[in-house]
């Protein structure tokens, strides 16, 4: 079945840094969404990507689908302590939405 | 905005107990799903449902089951609780088609004693 795997699972990021986090599917994505969860929260929509080569920017947050499509990333400059939480990205591909497994962020101040 | 309910935040239950999640969703969405999230493991899929009285299999229905009888409502089921059941479970819901927003609820956290 179709897999998205993250990498990597975890990371520790001084404030003020930049960080990048990467999402790889075994298939061709039609989309990929990406997602953030605070600690004690519940996951939350951040962005869909659905073109070949795709950049889309929020504030100091880049994604990136990749040219083939099975893959993407996340990259955050200047890291604030609000940047805390699981970054999840989410794969479509033959009408199912698959899960990575997140990228656990933690900030130190 | 959305709103995806889920009828308790924190369950304790028996071994063997049967245990009802129930969510509600009010944005007339037709997809609703059920997932549960562990450690180190992400979002797994239990179940999801299409449509009123439709029903598939995720990637971890063993334990499990489901009900749909109102498109605003998702009903997950543990016909018999165990421990290894012991977990976050997030229902959510969507438009049907490609490329829709999933949106989740809060989650119900289940500790099965």
């Known amino acids: 079945g179709q897999q998205v795997m993250q990498i990597p699972q975890y990371q520790h990021v001084q404030e003020g840094e930049d960080f990048t986090t990467y999402c790889n599917s075994s298939?061709?994505?039609?989309?990929i969404q990406w997602y953030k969860q605070r600690p004690g929260g519940h996951p939350v929509f951040l962005i869909q990507?659905?073109?070949?080569?795709e950049v889309k920017k929020q504030k100091r947050l880049t994604f990136q689908f990749g040219e083939a499509k099975k893959n993407s990333s996340l990259h955050i400059t200047a890291t604030q302590t609000t940047d805390v939480g699981t970054y999840f990205c989410?794969?479509?591909?033959?009408?199912?939405?698959?899960f990575g497994k997140g990228n656990q962020v933690v900030v130190i101040p | 905005d959305v709103k995806v309910t889920q009828s308790s935040r924190y369950l304790v239950k028996r071994t063997g107990e049967k245990v009802f999640l129930e969510c509600v969703q009010d944005?007339?969405?037709?997809?609703m799903f059920w997932y549960r999230q562990d450690p180190g493991l992400g979002l797994r899929l239990i179940y999801f449902?299409?449509?009123?009285?439709?029903?598939e299999k995720g990637d971890i229905p063993e334990g499990y089951s489901v009900s749909r009888e109102k498109k605003e409502r998702f009903s997950l089921i543990l016909e018999s609780a165990s421990t290894n059941q012991t977990s976050m479970y997030l229902c959510?819901?969507?438009?049907?088609?490609?490329?829709?927003?999933?949106?989740f609820g809060e989650g119900s956290w289940l500790t099965v004693v």
């Open positions: 959510a819901s969507s438009f049907r088609g490609i490329g829709n927003t999933i949106y």
């Open positions: 298939t061709t994505l039609s989309n």
């Open positions: 990507l659905v073109k070949s080569g």
């Open positions: 989410a794969g479509e591909g033959n009408n199912r939405l698959a």
């Open positions: 944005m007339d969405h037709e997809n």
């Open positions: 449902s299409y449509d009123v009285k439709m029903k």
